[in-house]
């Protein structure tokens, strides 16, 4: 038996953060995040943003540890 989340065709998705996450392809995104252009399997979502996603930390964060550094 496999979980509902991992059937059908997926997309991943990207807030203004830069947080990614995996959507229904068949549905639109929530609020605040945007297709990213990946479509697949739940797992092939996932394993591409294993690939992109590679600091965890929110964009704003980022950003404002790169203007602490820079004073």
Do not use: F, K
């Not at 059937?7 to 929530?30: L, M």
């Not at 590679?54 to 820079?70: E, V």
């Amino acid at each position: 038996m496999t979980d509902s989340v991992e059937e059908g065709v997926h997309r991943v998705v990207r807030n203004d953060d830069d947080q990614y996450s995996t959507w229904p392809a068949d549905q639109e995104p929530p609020p605040g995040w945007h297709a990213e252009g990946t479509e697949g399997s739940h797992l092939e979502c996932l394993d591409h943003i294993g690939v992109v996603w590679t600091d965890m930390r929110p964009a704003g964060l980022r950003r404002d540890m790169s203007r602490t550094i820079l004073r």
